[in-house]
């Protein structure tokens, strides 16, 4: 069963930098939501998007920026980058029901 | 302050036994409890998950039991395995507010050969 993809797995940026992450939901899933995950943390939510609009905002940096596209797909753009940013990133997506499935996550590590 | 909170951080237990993993709650207008497995380097993976309307669901060697009352629920694994290690999340959602998931701090469960 085809599962969330993201992309990259791992990135590497300076301080400063720019990034952007990508996210590809399960087919026919119409919600998408943004996670970040900090050493040995629980998952903290930043931002979702249903049927391309945002729907809910968290704990997301104003550094940072999402949208979900015509595809469903969706990318976080994250500007200025610091050290605490490094984190995973999980995308996770859903169809009609409460069940999130997560991708596997992309590693962003800021030097 | 944190709406989901857990307990243990961590927890050891021999093969064979009972992992006992509990979660509190503030926000009464959650409606879905979920438990999500995380080895890793990976992503959450649900594991199994309750609506308030019942006190106790079980799947396999996992079973939640709830008690709404308490604003409390908790994740039992039976005959707990090395291939169990892993940090497991309780979660809580609220349907009138997105569905997005507020977590609990995890605990990282080892089970011993």
């Known amino acids: 069963a085809a599962g969330v993809i993201q992309s990259p797995r791992h990135l590497i940026k300076e301080k400063r930098e720019t990034a952007t992450l990508k996210c590809y939901p399960i087919p026919r899933h119409d919600t998408v939501y943004w996670y970040q995950q900090g050493p040995g943390q629980d998952p903290q939510f930043l931002i979702s998007f249903y049927e391309k609009m945002q729907s809910d905002k968290g704990s997301i940096p104003d550094r940072f920026s999402a949208q979900q596209f015509s595809d469903y797909h969706s990318e976080l753009n994250m500007s200025s980058l610091e050290l605490g940013d490094s984190a995973l990133y999980f995308c996770?997506?859903?169809?009609?029901?409460?069940?999130?499935?997560f991708g596997a996550g992309s590693r962003l590590t800021v030097l | 302050q944190q709406q989901v909170k857990q307990s243990p951080q961590s927890l050891i237990v021999q093969k064979g036994g009972i992992s006992i993993i509990n979660c509190a709650y503030e926000?009464?207008?959650?409606?879905?409890f979920p438990w999500y497995q995380q080895f890793p380097g990976k992503g959450p993976a649900l594991l199994i998950a309750?609506?308030?309307?019942?006190s106790e669901k079980k799947e396999g060697r996992f079973t939640i039991s709830f008690n709404k009352s308490a604003k409390q629920f908790s994740l039992h694994i039976m005959d707990s395995q090395p291939g169990d290690s892993a940090t497991y999340f309780c979660a809580a959602s609220n349907n009138n507010a997105g569905n997005m998931l507020t977590f609990g701090g995890g605990t990282r469960l080892m089970v011993k050969p």
């Open positions: 926000n009464t207008a959650f409606d879905y």
């Open positions: 996770a997506s859903r169809r009609a029901s409460n069940v999130l499935t």
């Open positions: 309750i609506r308030p309307d019942v």
